[in-house]
């Protein structure tokens, strides 16, 4: 089973983080929090180190990982070519919720590209993960902290549930302050192109880069993992369009089915946001369908449509 260690958010202690950042250096799986979701982290530039991740998640080798980076000067040595775009919008979000896709360089490994020439960088704003990162001064490949396919991991106990087991270290920083994955963005082009949307929205883009390239957007050559059966809870996850809808949905699976109240758009995004995935995984397996009310099509509420969608689709 995992060790599990609780790190204070506001001031992580030094001797934990060595003690992770050793575990990293030498090529084993460390489990962190960042402000989106948990992160199973690995030696970005080690093939065998990164292979453990996609051993222990289940995850297909055909999806590429996210490359974490302690600020824009160890992203910028990870690619080719640091566009204009990725200066600009490194600058403005890092640290923070946008990954950054862009030409690999040499030193990334293929198995973390999932043989692609792109690869995927992003600094995450969290004390812990970033104590981390500057203390193994590597690069750390971390996808959610979650079994392939399952609920991403908002809270430490979702680690253990899915991970517990075939980990040797979970980093328990709390919960996650934003609690849906990045936005990622594909800047290698003289527009950007939005690939999975998230707590930075196409508007916040926009105002860095200027226009959007939006043909074929979402497009799954771009972006592999967006073509997987993704972020799905074991109930089935049915949607409303609203209250009486719901009811409806509810009367027809006659007891089987609950309706989450509990999310509501009668609260903040921020708020839905951070608590969406522990609702799901608390409520995950215990009925037969889950119904949620979709929220309103705008651009606030655009990534947790997409994430609660996907979750549906089967
Ligand atoms: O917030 C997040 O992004 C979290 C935290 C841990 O940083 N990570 C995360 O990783 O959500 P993961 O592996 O669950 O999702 C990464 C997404 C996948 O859809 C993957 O296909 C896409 O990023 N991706 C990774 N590398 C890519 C690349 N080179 N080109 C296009 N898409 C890429
Ligand atoms: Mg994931």
Redesign the pocket.
């Known amino acids: 089973m995992a060790k599990v260690v609780q790190v204070d958010e506001r001031d992580p202690d030094a001797s934990v983080i060595a003690e992770a950042a050793e575990l990293i250096r030498a090529g084993e799986l460390v489990a962190f929090p ?1 402000e ?4 199973l982290g690995a030696n970005a530039l080690e093939h065998d180190a990164v292979a453990k991740i996609f051993t222990a998640k289940g995850r297909p080798a055909t ?4 490359v ?1 980076v302690c600020d824009f000067v160890q992203g910028a040595s990870l690619t080719d070519d640091w566009t204009e775009n990725a200066a600009m919008l490194a600058e403005a979000f890092w640290p923070g ?1 946008l ?1 950054i ?1 862009l030409k ?1 360089s040499d030193m990334v490994p293929d198995i973390v ?2 043989g ?1 020439d ?3 960088l ?1 600094c ?1 704003d969290h004390p812990v993960a970033l104590a981390l990162l500057n203390a193994c001064e590597l690069p750390i490949a ?4 979650n079994r392939s396919t399952g609920i ?1 991991p908002t809270r430490a106990e979702h680690v253990i549930k899915s991970l517990g087991d075939r980990i040797p270290l979970i980093l328990d920083g709390g919960p996650c302050r934003i609690g ?3 936005t ?1 963005v ?1 800047a290698t082009g003289d527009a950007v192109r939005i ?2 949307p ?1 707590w930075i929205d196409a508007a916040r883009i926009e105002a860095v880069t200027g226009p959007l390239d939006t043909a074929g957007l979402l497009g799954a050559a ?5 073509m ?1 059966k ?1 972020y799905s809870p074991q109930s089935r996850l049915l949607l409303a369009v609203d209250e009486s809808d719901a009811q409806r949905l509810a009367a027809e699976w006659a007891g089987r089915a609950r309706i989450i109240s509990e999310l509501t758009t009668s609260v903040s995004p921020e708020v839905y946001a951070a608590n969406l995935y522990a609702i799901l995984h608390e409520c995950d397996g215990l009925h037969d369908a889950l119904i949620v009310v979709l929220p309103p099509d705008r651009v606030e509420w655009h990534a947790i449509r997409d994430r609660l969608t996907r979750a549906a689709s089967d």
Do not use: C, M, Q
């Not at 999806?63 to 996210?66: E, F, S, T, V, Y």
């Not at 771009?222 to 967006?226: E, F, K, Y």
């Open positions: 960042t989106t979701v948990y992160g999806n590429p990982l996210i974490h919720p990954t896709v690999k590209t999932a692609g792109t690869v995927a992003r995450p971390a996808p959610s902290a991403s849906i994955e990045s990622v594909d690939l999975r998230g771009r972006s592999p993992g967006l997987e993704h």
